[in-house]
């Protein structure tokens, strides 16, 4: 009998693991689901106080966020083909983020890093996950049905002075990408209501629903949440989200409707999240970025 042929790379590569560093959300289940359904072989390691108590149980390793050097090692012992980073968790303090990288990186080069902002941070992760010879894989190739797709998703659809309101946002946005603050945009009436900082979306939506009972906003109509990738945005690290609670805070906030980049922004609960806008007479559309900016019509 002749000996079987070794493995191609690719057949190995779909044999190894994908690796899921895990934090809060409903995303990692989802794209553990995802994963599975291609016949993909998936490894947990689960972040122990983000990580949801069910995702936990079910998690091959749950360790602190910065026990970095666990972490090396079950990736060495996995053998992963790629690493994603899926889920919320929040900024480490810089001297604990210190300590659990200093037996493998210079003082110069994490300063750097803790230094760089909260992208600039992710940034300097998945260097150093690619440095120890890894690969760091994005959402959107392992599972881009997760992804919003172009167009129209719901029932209801943009009227002209909420395509004005997108094209406003969308511009405010990019003009904003070569700095370290959020991904969204609250447009009323033609002009900037708000801007996503560290709070996050929905501590932007409730801003502006507070705002509403005041004599600037009381008197406007509608408005549009607009949220997308900055320009040349790693997609690997943290990709522009939202879901059924992200419609809930903007139909509270008194807005016509959420505009979101097409192929680059992830909706967790897509079905659920079109069914809250349709039950909440919002729009839900997704922009081709690629293409030409929307226009007032």
């Not at 079987?4 to 590569?13: F, L, V």
């Not at 989200?241 to 979101?260: C, E, H, N, S, W």
């Not at 680059?264 to 659920?272: A, F, H, K, N, W």
């Amino acid at each position: 009998m002749s000996a079987a042929a070794a493995p191609t790379d690719d057949k190995a590569a779909a044999e190894a693991p994908v690796v899921l560093l895990a934090g809060g959300s409903a995303l990692p289940e989802l794209l553990i689901a995802a994963l599975e359904r291609r016949g993909r072989a998936v490894k947990i390691l689960a972040f122990r106080g983000f990580a949801a108590r069910a995702l936990a149980r079910r998690a091959d390793l749950v360790i602190d966020l910065i026990d970095y050097k666990r972490a090396l090692a079950a990736l060495k012992a996995w053998q992963p083909s790629e690493i994603v980073l899926v889920g919320t968790v929040t900024r480490p303090k810089p001297i604990a983020f210190m300590g659990a990288l200093s037996a493998y990186r210079n003082r110069e080069e994490i300063a750097a890093i803790l230094g760089s902002g909260d992208d600039g941070l992710l940034g300097g992760v998945v260097r150093v996950l690619e440095e120890e010879g890894f690969t760091v894989g994005g959402i959107d190739r392992l599972a881009p049905e997760l992804l919003a797709p172009q167009g129209q998703l719901g029932a209801v659809a943009p009227d002209s002075e909420s395509w004005s309101s997108i094209a406003r946002g969308l511009a405010v946005l990019d003009a904003l990408s070569p700095f370290d603050v959020g991904q969204a945009a609250v447009i009323c009436a033609h002009w900037v209501a708000a801007i996503e900082g560290p709070e996050g979306t929905d501590a932007m939506l409730r801003r502006v629903q507070r705002l509403r009972r005041g004599p600037r906003l009381r008197a406007t109509h509608g408005g549009v949440l607009v949220k997308t990738a900055k320009r040349e945005q790693d997609l690997r690290v943290d990709m522009p989200t939202i879901g059924p609670k992200t419609v809930i805070r903007a139909a509270a906030a008194g807005l016509q409707g959420i505009a979101v980049g097409a192929g680059t922004t992830l909706i967790v609960e897509i079905e659920r999240t079109i069914h809250e806008a349709d039950r909440r007479g919002l729009f839900l559309f997704g922009v081709d970025l690629a293409g030409s900016p929307p226009q007032s019509r």
